[in-house]
T-cell receptor, first 113, second 113 residues
Framework: AQSVTQPDIHITVSEGASLELRCNYS??????LFWYVQSPGQGLQLLLKYFSGDTLVQGIKGFEAEFKRSQSSFNLRKPSVHWSDAAEYFC???????????FGQGTTLQVKP | DADVTQTPRNRITKTGKRIMLECSQTKGHDRMYWYRQDPGLGLRLIYYSFDVKDINKGEISDGYSVSRQAQAKFSLSLESAIPNQTALYFC????????????FGEGSRLTVL
């Protein structure tokens, strides 16, 4: 069965520091992978997605993610975190023809001044 | 106006009451989804629909029902609400292509006392 694991429930970084949020997936075929961000009281906004091609994907707000098939990972990175990046981040995998997305548990990012 | 609109945004109800959460969209997408978000569990799929005549159960459909009244409208009902259905509920839409991302509403927070 497909699944997504985000090993870090909560991460705290200083403003200006680099960020990496981990995501591991289990899926039998080539996955469609997504990262979403949820600010407090808001819905989910797409940061980036991977379907095929270049394994390094650029997204909005300066985020990028790298698909590593050998490690079944799709980690999200940002070189310099801003206070406005404090939010909850969700990794998701697309599950075949149903169009369903399976989500990880989420990682809450706190940014220290 | 939002592309995916959920009503109500907040609702407090009592155990045993019938509750309906409504979702409407202006994106013209055929696929619509209801997810439930709980802290530490991420988003879990309740029901999804590919068109008016195609309704499918997700991973946690027990205690819920849905109605797809039109392409643009997808309602979630709790026939007899119970406290462990207290959660944040999201409606989402998706284009027909499996590579498309989900577009989310802003969520409906339901509290069952």
């Amino acid at each position: 069965a497909q699944s997504v694991t985000q090993p870090d429930i909560h991460i705290t970084v200083s403003e200006g520091a680099s960020l990496e949020l981990r995501c591991n997936y289990s899926y039998g075929a080539t996955p469609y992978l997504f990262w979403y961000v949820q600010s407090p009281g808001q819905g989910l906004q797409l940061l980036l997605k991977y379907f095929s091609g270049d394994t390094l994907v650029q997204g909005i707000k300066g985020f990028e993610a790298e698909f590593k098939r050998s490690q079944s990972s799709f980690n999200l990175r940002k070189p310099s975190v801003h206070w406005s990046d404090a939010a909850e981040y969700f990794c998701a995998v697309g599950a075949g023809n149903t169009g369903k997305l399976i989500f990880g548990q989420g990682t809450t990012l706190q940014v220290k001044p | 106006d939002a592309d995916v609109t959920q009503t109500p945004r907040n609702r407090i109800t009592k155990t045993g009451k019938r509750i309906m959460l409504e979702c409407s969209q202006t994106k013209g997408h055929d696929r619509m989804y209801w997810y439930r978000q709980d802290p530490g569990l991420g988003l879990r799929l309740i029901y999804y629909s590919f068109d008016v005549k195609d309704i499918n159960k997700g991973e946690i459909s027990d205690g819920y029902s849905v109605s797809r009244q039109a392409q643009a409208k997808f309602s979630l009902s709790l026939e007899s609400a119970i406290p462990n259905q207290t959660a944040l509920y999201f409606c989402a839409t998706r284009p027909n292509a499996n590579t498309g991302e989900l577009f989310f509403g802003e969520g409906s927070r339901l509290t069952v006392l």
